[in-house]
């Protein structure tokens, strides 16, 4: 799925300026995983790897991290697939019209991003009947 592509890249350090609202997302609802891998230590087990290599064979293979590991992903890329759908692009302006929230305009996803950060963990808990 290329959504999981996506924010492995961004989770695994491999990060681009377009994925910058994905960016929030896991920042929001993953940065202690992000900071996990980024130290070479399962985020979930909490061992230590020599290697990023290693370590994502470990996220990839071993039976209950991966499992964890998947469901972390799943979750970040619902979060930030809901947000997106409410988001909509102009030539000059990006918008989100989240429910029951007035529609707001920012002059770049930059912005946007900025402003959501903080409501990420609200924004998720309010949906998360819906998963
Ligand atoms: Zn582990």
Not at 20 to 35: G, H, N, P, Q, R
Not at 52 to 76: A, E
Not at 111 to 130: F, G, H, N, T, V
Request: proline share 4%; glycine share 2%; charged share 30%.
């Amino acid at each position: 799925m290329i959504f999981d592509t996506i924010v492995e890249s961004v989770l695994w350090g491999k990060s681009r300026a377009n994925y910058i609202l994905l960016e929030s997302v896991i920042d929001a609802v993953a940065s202690d995983i992000k900071k996990s891998i980024s130290l070479n230590r399962c985020p979930f087990c909490r061992r230590p790897f020599k290697n990023r290599r290693s370590l994502k064979t470990h996220l990839t293979h071993s039976k209950i991290c991966s499992d964890r590991y998947r469901l972390s992903i799943k979750y970040t890329v619902d979060i930030y697939m809901y947000i997106r759908r409410y988001v909509t692009k102009t030539s000059t302006s990006i918008a989100i019209d989240l429910p029951g929230m007035p529609k707001i305009r920012f002059r770049s996803v930059k912005e946007l991003a900025k402003w959501i950060k903080p409501q990420i963990r609200y924004i998720a808990s309010e949906i998360q009947d819906k998963f």
